[in-house]
């Protein structure tokens, strides 16, 4: 009997420090983040980038126990929708620049009689960075491999109730309704260079967008912040990337008392556990901020379950 999947797509992250060379590598190596015609000039120019930083992202991942939290979040979340949908659904993930890679899902995926696979990449907002990256992969490691089920994908979803509640219910867990109104929230995205916005990437307004609504959601919750903002963090090279910075806006902040949500990412990662937890806390309190806070990602909140679920509905 025939069946579907659903695949969930990200970026991954070393699975040890052993790793991070690889992922260093694989990721600058990717035409969408270093847009440069000529492939053999992209290769030299992350192994310039690979050379550069390798140590000192080992000791970053060394700070954070090691490794980066996403494929374990990444797990967690797949057994989650895997309950949810039952047995005549498998459910399974590739990560774009570390194991387990596409090539290595479409492999697990031989074994099942699959008529249709649904793609769906775990940034909610649409960027040729992230987005179109990993569902290309996929999609050419797939025809490589010459199966021939059918492939679906679907490209943001920022906009999904569910996911927003999963958020909503995030920050909630960090400030409650009545002390709101003493903290600025901060909605913290992960930066894009200004000239790959300039070239027509939706990102920026998909984010500016996505503020709004949560803005809306949090007020209907009786959250009523101080100020609510949006940063934009993990900027890399000399490159003018998005305004405000992460550091600009604290720096500039008025009041002491601030919560963060990284509202670009639904799993985990190095960019929370170690920049927004450990390095911008360190910012803060240098600052003379009184309470630093920072919410967790969706991860495997249920909301985010039933997200998922609804997007492959939404996808048949």
């Known amino acids: 009997m025939k069946k579907e999947a659903i695949v969930l797509l990200n970026m991954g992250g070393p699975n040890n420090l052993e790793e991070v060379e690889v992922f260093l590598t694989n990721m600058f190596n990717d035409k969408n983040i270093i847009n440069v015609g000529s492939p053999f000039l992209r290769g030299f120019i992350a ?9 000192k992202s080992q000791e970053i991942y060394r700070q954070i126990g090691g490794k980066s939290p996403i494929v374990g979040h990444t797990k967690n979340l797949v057994a989650k929708l895997q309950d949810r ?6 459910v399974d993930f590739a990560m774009r620049y570390t194991p387990p890679f596409a ?6 995926l031989k074994s099942y009689d699959i008529e249709k696979i649904y793609l769906i990449p775990l940034y909610p907002h649409y960027s040729t960075t992230t987005t ?20 679906v994908e679907i490209k ?9 509640k999963a958020i909503v219910e995030s920050i909630k867990k960090r400030v409650s309704a009545g002390e709101s109104n003493t903290f600025d929230l901060i909605f913290s995205a992960h930066g894009l260079p200004l000239n790959v ?20 959601m949090l007020e209907e919750e009786g959250m009523q912040f101080a100020h609510v903002h949006l940063a934009y963090q993990s900027k890399v090279g000399p490159m ?34 170690f920049e927004l937890e450990i390095e911008y806390r360190e910012a803060a309190h240098e600052l ?11 991860n495997d909140s249920d909301y985010f379950v039933e997200a998922l679920v609804e997007l492959y509905a939404k996808m048949r």
């Open 47 to 55: 192994k310039m980038i690979t050379f550069t930083r390798t140590e």
């Open 85 to 90: 949908v039952g047995e005549g659904i498998i």
């Open 103 to 108: 090539s290595e899902t479409i492999e697990r």
């Open 132 to 151: 179109k990256s990993s569902l290309e992969d996929f999609e050419e490691q797939y025809h490589l491999n010459g199966d021939d089920a059918i492939l």
């Open 156 to 164: 943001h979803f920022f906009e999904n109730q569910n996911y927003n």
């Open 197 to 216: 916005v300039e070239r027509g990437d939706p990102y920026q307004k998909h984010i500016e967008k996505h503020v709004a609504i949560l803005t809306k």
């Open 240 to 273: 003018e990337w998005l305004k405000p910075s992460l550091e600009e806006k604290l720096t500039d902040m008025k009041n002491r008392n601030v919560v963060i949500f990284p509202i670009a990412f639904t799993i985990d990662n190095s960019e929370t556990d």
């Open 288 to 298: 003379g901020f009184k309470e630093y806070r920072v919410c967790r990602c969706p």
